[in-house]
């Protein structure tokens, strides 16, 4: 869902890494993704709720 109007709580995405690289994510608000550049993925926020399973995450280059 495309500007997720639920918001994220900013404690969790302190805390929030990337699941398949341990690294750091990028929230886009306008996109309702959190962003792993280092994976070339982008997890969706449903609800207010990351959505941190790769399989559900969508590939950058998409």
Known sequence: MVGD???VDPKL???LVCPLTKGPLTYDRIA???ISERAGLAYPIRGGIPIMLIDEARKLDE
């Open 5 to 7: 109007s639920v918001p």
């Open 13 to 15: 995405l302190e805390i």
């Open 32 to 34: 309702g993704e959190l």
